[in-house]
């Protein structure tokens, strides 16, 4: 009999001002990494409060996702995998983050050639992604047709 797949359910939020997105740096295994705001969904946590929850933790700021990019399956390696629920916010001027979780050493307002330079030092290729897919839907002037969060039931938690 076969395992059963199970991958980790992760939330993260594309949040953009001015022509540059908000990341967060973290130090893994001695290696500074940045991300989007982002984490796993805790347990009796709807995907759209486990997003705001890593928002406030990550950057100190609170805010509420606006729509969503996309949902990204990811195989970090053979036996790691994700599901990613990739939020968006878009606000008018940038605001100075201060992340709450020790885990989180810095933030950063970058724009994508900025963020595209880091390389490897990027947690995922899901950052660029996401990003790119935000602005692709920016680009054709859906924005505010982003997929609605009324398409996440919720009223089960």
């Given at each position: 009999m076969t395992e059963r797949y199970k991958p980790n359910t992760t939330v993260a939020c594309v949040i953009y001002s001015q022509?540059?997105?908000l990341l967060v740096e973290e130090r893994i295994d001695g290696a500074v990494k940045f991300n989007q705001p982002a984490g796993h969904l805790e347990p009796n946590e709807s995907i759209i409060d486990g997003c705001a929850r890593e928002i406030v933790e990550e950057t100190g700021l609170?805010?509420?996702p606006q729509a969503l990019v996309?949902?990204?399956q990811f195989r970090a390696s053979a036996n790691l995998a994700f599901v990613r629920?990739?939020?968006c916010i878009e606000l008018t001027k940038q605001q100075?983050?201060?992340p709450r979780d020790n885990a989180i050493t810095d933030t950063h307002w970058l724009s994508l050639a900025e963020i595209i330079?880091?390389?490897s030092q990027l947690r995922s290729p899901l950052v660029v992604k996401s990003i790119e897919d935000f602005l692709q839907q920016a680009d054709k002037n859906l924005?505010?047709?982003h997929t609605p969060l009324s398409l996440f039931n919720v009223d089960y938690f």
């Open positions: 022509g540059k997105f609170e805010l509420t996309g949902i990204y629920y990739t939020f100075h983050a201060k330079a880091l390389g924005l505010p047709q």
